[in-house]
């Protein structure tokens, strides 16, 4: 039968995400997790807990039956009990105890955050990957003249070094926050939060409650644990996960959408191979389609910011389930989505394309107008009214359809200006700080 299948980790391919947000990856955590459950249980005490049934959880952990299942699921209407039930038949002994002070959120709060802390620190090193990348191409062009563009037209001249690093700066300013995030473990809280489940199973020990969090937050890696929370934890770490893969994807975007804009000014192209066909009807296009298709998913997991932001203002004191279907959805796919724009983008860095003979001919082009902040300052200096020079230097610039140097010398108050102070047309004399700035911001700033 034909069914419908995403275009998330298919077409848009996510190889390490796609395999621990897959279904049978989360089972195999669901259940690891039943097991760590118990033997923290067992080492703190509880005596109903057997070596023999904890060994029996772990030997079939992997002996997965999607099916039977989802069949459970089908008759008993909750997705939790389905897993215990099936799990409990292939353990006849370990079967007795699983989930023994557990809620299903014990489960899908915990396993959530396992996957999200794998996902994190895939992303830290892809986003690291593509800061390098950047890097590489700021050193390469750090003294390349080039048109910068204010309000999409041309203003005076930086080096395509310099804008890199520009660029640069927004990806530096998303990886320290992502090496900020702290993704704690929800631990085991009981129905509510408040561990009265915890506090029988071990006669009002508070300190063995503790320790059993303690325990299984060591076991997966965790550094903090959440001490207060309601049945779940709080769906504002939600929002500040998505939050972080939004700002980076909002970095992205910005350099990809600028580099359509200069490839539309012939300045720079994607790499195009020899079979690659551009357009259906025009033979000649070389469409920038990665950074396209980049900006496109990047608006994806933009906008899904919002949906966890209202899920999380949506929770009802200490739970309802309507955060359950919609993270079911958001997570994993941007996440997958992430790494897909991660990978992608450092394909277009690395194989970027510089159209540097068209570029020279635009900055030689457009120094009859970059000359002229010098001639306003040097102006100033010999003795003449600032807002004289500017107007005429307006009149000179705008009014004629082609300026040319020649139209300069047309004025003579100009062309004394330029004569005297022996002004340059040499585009390197007109970078400021470019290559200094950008040399500096690549050796001391990227760690």
Excluded at 417 to 444: A, C, H, M, V, W
Aim: net charge neutral; proline share 2%.
């Amino acid at each position: 039968m034909e069914k419908y299948e995403s275009v998330i980790g298919t077409r848009y391919k996510a190889i390490f995400m796609s395999r621990i947000w897959s279904k049978h990856y989360r089972i195999e955590q669901m259940r690891l997790l039943w097991v760590v459950l118990a033997l923290s249980q067992k080492n703190l005490g509880v005596k109903i807990i057997t070596d023999e049934a904890i060994s029996e959880l772990y030997e079939k952990v992997n002996v997965i039956d999607i099916d039977k299942i989802n069949e459970y699921e089908a008759l008993l209407k909750h997705d939790i009990m389905a897993h215990i039930k099936a799990y409990s038949e292939l353990c006849p002994i370990g079967g007795k105890i699983i989930h023994l002070g557990a809620t299903s959120n014990f489960i899908n709060d915990n396993v959530d955050s396992i996957l999200i802390k794998k996902s994190f620190k895939k992303i830290k090193d892809q986003l690291n990957n593509l800061i390098m990348g950047m890097v590489k191409n700021a050193n390469k062009t750090v003294a390349i003249p080039t048109i910068a563009y204010t309000h999409l037209q041309p203003a005076q001249l930086i080096t395509i070094g310099r804008r890199f690093s520009m660029w640069t700066e927004d990806l530096m300013m998303d990886q320290k926050e992502l090496d900020k995030i702290q993704i704690p473990f929800r631990g085991i809280k009981g129905t509510v939060g408040s561990e009265d489940t915890l506090m029988k199973l071990f006669e009002n020990d508070t300190k063995k409650c503790d320790e059993l969090n303690k325990q299984m937050a060591r076991a997966y890696g965790f550094e903090n644990t959440i001490f207060v929370c309601g049945q779940t934890y709080s769906r504002k770490y939600d929002v500040r996960y998505i939050h972080i893969l939004s700002s980076i994807c909002q970095s992205i975007y910005k350099m990809m959408n600028d580099l359509r804009l200069l490839s539309g000014k012939q300045e720079v192209y994607e790499d195009f191979s020899e079979h690659q066909v551009g357009s259906s009807a025009m033979p000649y296009k070389k469409n920038p389609i990665t950074c396209e298709k980049i900006c496109s998913l990047c608006r994806f997991v933009i906008n899904n910011e919002q949906n966890m932001t209202q899920t999380y203002i949506n929770q009802w004191l200490e739970r309802s389930l309507d955060d359950s279907a919609i993270k079911r959805i958001v997570l994993p796919e941007c996440f997958l989505l992430m790494e897909n724009i991660l990978n992608s983008s450092l394909e277009v860095i690395k194989k970027l394309k510089f159209n540097t003979e068209h570029i020279e001919k635009q900055v030689n082009e457009h120094m009859i107008n970059i000359i002229s902040e010098e001639i306003i300052l040097k102006g100033v200096v010999m003795g003449y009214n600032r807002q004289d020079i500017h107007e005429r230097l307006r009149l000179i610039l705008t009014m004629n359809t082609c300026p040319t140097f020649d139209s300069l010398s047309s004025d003579v108050i100009i062309w004394n200006i330029i004569k005297n102070n022996k002004i340059s047309f040499n585009p390197l004399d007109y970078i400021g700080r470019s290559i200094e700035q950008s040399k500096i911001y690549t050796e001391k700033h990227i760690v």
